[in-house]
Each structure stands twice: as structure tokens, then as C-alpha cells.
T-cell receptor
């Protein structure tokens, strides 16, 4: 089955700096890669996603890149703000709408 | 997106008892899933809830422990049976919307925080 690894597990940045979270996946058939943000005590919320026919996608301060050959994808947050502090999960989707999640990254943005 | 609700939002239960968690969506959805999130951990898929038939369980999860029902396109239940402290987790349902052109996108319910004493 699919295996998704996520790094780093914790990330601390100063407000205004950029943050990058990286994930690798094992199943070359995976074709959809969402990113979720989970604030403490809340549900995971989809923040951005990318499909296998696209190499990069951007939404304001958030961007995701995908390298299918290397089987890795990354989340980039620019101009970080304290409200970006949360746990971020990457996921990979292959057949049957099954998502496999990475282990999560706890991002702390220091004011 | 859809409005997804879960009941109860949290519960504290005694070991050996069972708890049924409900997931209700305000629109018809194609697929419903149940996940477990242990404290400080990632999300692990328990099963896919299939309408009108038995759920499809992932490795490590069995029907006797986690019976699931899905009587229609908007509702599902997950029961955690014969609970032990190791079952203390957040249980989340997620859905794929039938009206969304992005059929892969999953949206999560608010979760049920279960503590077993």
C-alpha cells in the first residue's frame, strides 16, 4: 500500500519568514495530493491540493509543488503569521478515494 | 462544501462498554469514511462506510470491534465496542461530495473525542 513520509515533524519560524514542509510517497499511481491544516481541538481543514497533471499550484501565501518523478511534494508558506501555527498534514490519494496521511508537521510561528 | 456534524462531540466511557458515534451530512455524498486520530498522531483510516452493504475495513481494524452502518447517503454510525483505554482517540468521519467536480476532495467532521477509563 501507499506510504507517505513527512518532514520535519516540528518547525519553528519567525513571523514573516517562509516555511517549507516536505512529503514523499511510495505509490507511483497516486494522483491527488491534498494538504490539511489542523488547529488545536479542531477538524483538519483542506488548505490546498494538487493533482498529478500539475507541477505547481499557488493560492495567496500558500503554494504546493509536485515532483512525480521523485515522488515528492512540498508545501510552501510565505510571510508566515502567528495564525499559521497549527499541525499540517500531507496526504496522497490513489485508488478508491483512499487517502494516506503523512505523520504531520507542527508549525510554530513566533511573533 | 457540506455541513458535517458528529454526535457526541466528546464522551468519557468505562472500559468494557460501547459507544456509537453518529455522522450527519446536510447533502448527499458519494463516499463516507471513518478515521481515528490518536493523541498527537496522524489520521488513520478505519474503514469506508458503504451504503446498504458492509463497510470495507483497513488492515488492523475489524467489524466486531468497529461496526459501521450507513443506511443512506447522508448518515453513518461508528460503534467502538468493548472499549479499553487504548481506544481513547478522536474519531472523525469524512465525506466526498457527490456534487463536487473534484470528486477526490475529502472534508472532515468536527470529530468525537473519546476517553476510556
Amino acid at each position: 500500500g501507499e506510504n507517505v513520509e513527512q518532514h520535519p515533524s516540528t518547525l519553528s519560524v519567525q513571523e514573516g519568514d517562509s516555511a517549507v514542509i516536505k512529503c514523499t510517497y511510495s505509490d507511483s499511481a497516486s494522483n491527488y495530493f491534498p494538504w490539511y491544516k489542523q488547529e488545536l481541538g479542531k477538524r483538519p481543514q483542506l488548505i490546498i491540493d494538487i493533482r498529478s497533471n500539475v507541477g505547481e499550484k499557488k493560492d495567496q501565501r500558500i503554494a504546493v509543488t509536485l515532483n512525480k518523478t521523485a515522488k515528492h511534494f512540498s508545501l510552501h508558506i510565505t510571510e508566515t503569521q502567528p495564525e499559521d501555527s497549527a499541525v499540517y498534514f500531507c496526504a496522497a490519494h490513489n485508488a478508491g478515494n483512499m487517502l494516506t496521511f503523512g505523520g504531520g508537521t507542527r508549525l510554530m510561528v513566533k511573533p | 462544501s457540506a455541513v458535517i456534524s458528529q454526535k457526541p462531540s466528546r464522551d468519557i466511557c468505562q472500559r468494557g462498554t460501547s459507544l456509537t458515534i453518529q455522522c450527519q451530512v446536510d447533502s448527499q455524498v458519494t463516499m463516507m469514511f471513518w478515521y481515528r486520530q490518536q493523541p498527537g498522531q496522524s489520521l488513520t483510516l478505519i474503514a469506508t462506510a458503504n451504503q446498504g452493504s458492509e463497510a470495507t475495513y483497513e488492515s488492523g481494524f475489524v467489524i466486531d470491534k468497529f461496526p459501521i452502518s450507513r443506511p443512506n447517503l447522508t448518515f453513518s454510525t461508528l460503534t467502538v465496542s468493548n472499549m479499553s483505554p487504548e481506544d481513547s482517540s478522536i474519531y472523525l468521519c469524512s465525506v466526498v461530495l457527490s456534487i463536487s467536480w473534484q470528486a477526490d476532495t475529502q472534508y472532515f467532521g468536527p470529530g468525537t473525542r473519546l476517553t476510556v477509563l
